[in-house]
């Protein structure tokens, strides 16, 4: 299952900054630009909010260009992402990077989790194949936490840290972009 192989080891990369940002944004919030807890509160809620239209927003471009395509552009909105937190200092900033978040939290999830389910062969046992997708987020949550808390003992910073989530996301895209190459070279074969 090369294709299936392909686009897992995406997911796994992406994943790693995708979860790890989801989780590590108030952390960045209150040590690194000293927000009070009251406005984290408001942060995560505009990020729900605004995941419920981006989850919409996204699956009307997946229906008009294809799963992949759509999840390699949200990819790289998510290395801009990094890039703007990397160099975000004001709480407008943080509240802007937080509406951006949540337009492509919720599709980059539930696109992932679709495309997956689209990729994988026709079986009865769909429980083994999403257990394994499953797992392969947990574990993808695990290591990017792991290093960006590594990277922030290491230089002291918590923005360097943002560093390695882009070459996460950035890995990711290339693997888009090889399960997206084999999609289409398994399309052409079977015509």
């Known amino acids: 299952?090369?294709?299936l192989k392909r686009y897992l080891i995406s997911f796994f990369l992406y994943?790693?900054?995708?979860?790890t940002v989801m989780l590590a944004a108030t952390l960045f919030a209150s040590q690194v630009l000293h927000l009070a807890e009251t406005k984290?509160?408001?942060s995560l809620?505009?990020?729900q909010i605004v995941a419920i239209a981006g989850a919409y927003i996204i699956a009307k471009l997946s229906n008009k260009y294809g799963n992949i395509k759509v999840l390699m552009f949200t990819v790289i909105i998510w290395i801009g992402i990094c890039i703007s937190a990397y160099f975000t200092t004001t709480e407008i900033q943080f509240?802007?990077?937080a509406t951006v978040v949540g337009l492509v939290m919720g599709g980059i999830?539930?696109?992932?989790?679709?495309?997956?389910?689209k990729i994988m062969p026709e079986t009865h046992d769909t429980a083994s194949f999403f257990s394994f997708y499953d797992v392969t987020e947990k574990v993808a949550i695990v290591i990017g936490m792991f290093s960006f808390g590594f990277?922030?003992?290491?230089t002291g910073n918590m923005r360097n840290s943002i560093i390695g989530l882009i070459i996460f996301f950035f890995l990711g895209l290339i693997f888009l972009f090889?399960?997206?190459k084999k999609q289409s070279s398994i399309q052409l074969s079977k015509l």
């Open 95 to 97: 509240y802007i990077l």
């Open 109 to 117: 999830q539930s696109l992932s989790r679709s495309t997956y389910a």
């Open 45 to 47: 809620l505009l990020i």
């Open 15 to 19: 994943s790693m900054g995708v979860q």
């Open 178 to 180: 090889a399960t997206l």
């Open 40 to 42: 984290l509160i408001i």
């Open 1 to 3: 299952m090369p294709l």
């Open 151 to 154: 990277v922030q003992e290491l």
